[in-house]
């Protein structure tokens, strides 16, 4: 059974652009949900999607957006990208409502670097 | 909100010895704690999840306890290997969005 895959792996971006990151699911997970990695703050929660609609959301901006499609897949986008926006940007998925705490599988994540 | 701290922030052991991380949460209706592995260049990976209502778990070489009274929970990993060897990030749930700690970076030492 194939994991969680992110594209693209690493991306390189300049200040004041957008960038969107791909994320397809285990097969048969439902639910999506997106985190930040940097040395600084940790792993910290931006997003979590279930069945095409935002259940939860993190303390981020709102240059920080996301959305799910009808086969679970999901995009995060960021606009007016800042420097500190360099980060691992992870996605992870379970298989059904997020309030009932199923487990959540990561990907290798998407490296972003901004410049 | 919740906020989770999680010690020792490195930990060093030798081969075979038991290595133990432990974290604290602040929210007490928090009621599912997972333990991840992370390798260099990888994702978190899921080694063992633990829920409210159970005080401990076990899967070979890996145990979590849970305190809820405490709002303690703490990883045990028996007979460690040099493939042991990792950043661990506990974590606490309530509505599905995980709280991690900032991670406990294991080595190994052959």
């Known amino acids: 059974k194939a994991g969680v895959t992110q594209t693209p792996r690493y991306l390189i971006k300049t200040r004041g652009q957008q960038v969107t990151l791909s994320c397809s699911p285990i097969?048969?997970?439902?639910?999506v949900s997106w985190y930040q990695q940097t040395p600084g703050q940790g792993l910290q929660f931006l997003f979590e999607?279930?069945?095409?609609?935002?259940?939860n959301k993190g303390n981020f901006p709102g240059r920080f957006s996301g959305r799910q499609f009808s086969n679970s897949r999901s995009e995060m986008n960021v606009s007016t990208l800042e420097l500190g926006d360099s980060a691992l940007y992870l996605c992870?998925?379970?298989?059904?409502?997020?309030?009932?705490?199923?487990?959540?599988?990561f990907g290798d994540g998407t490296r972003l670097s901004i410049l | 909100g919740e906020n989770v701290e999680q010690h020792p922030s490195t930990l060093s052991v030798q081969e075979g010895d038991s290595a133990v991380i432990k974290c604290t949460y602040s929210?007490?209706?928090?009621?599912?704690f997972p333990w991840y592995k992370q390798e260099l260049g990888k994702g978190p990976q899921l080694i063992i999840d633990?829920?409210?209502?159970?005080g401990e778990k076990k899967d070979q070489r890996i145990a979590v306890t849970l305190n809820k009274t405490a709002k303690h929970f703490s990883l045990h990993i028996t007979e460690t290997q040099p493939e042991d060897s990792a950043v661990y990030f506990c974590?606490?749930?309530?509505?599905?969005?995980?709280?991690f700690g900032k991670g406990t970076k294991l080595s190994v030492k052959p």
């Open positions: 992870a998925s379970s298989l059904g409502d997020p309030n009932s705490n199923q487990p959540q599988h």
């Open positions: 097969s048969g997970h439902r639910s």
């Open positions: 999607y279930f069945s095409e609609t935002q259940r």
């Open positions: 929210d007490s209706a928090s009621n599912y």
């Open positions: 633990i829920r409210s209502n159970v």
């Open positions: 974590a606490a749930s309530t509505l599905g969005n995980l709280i």
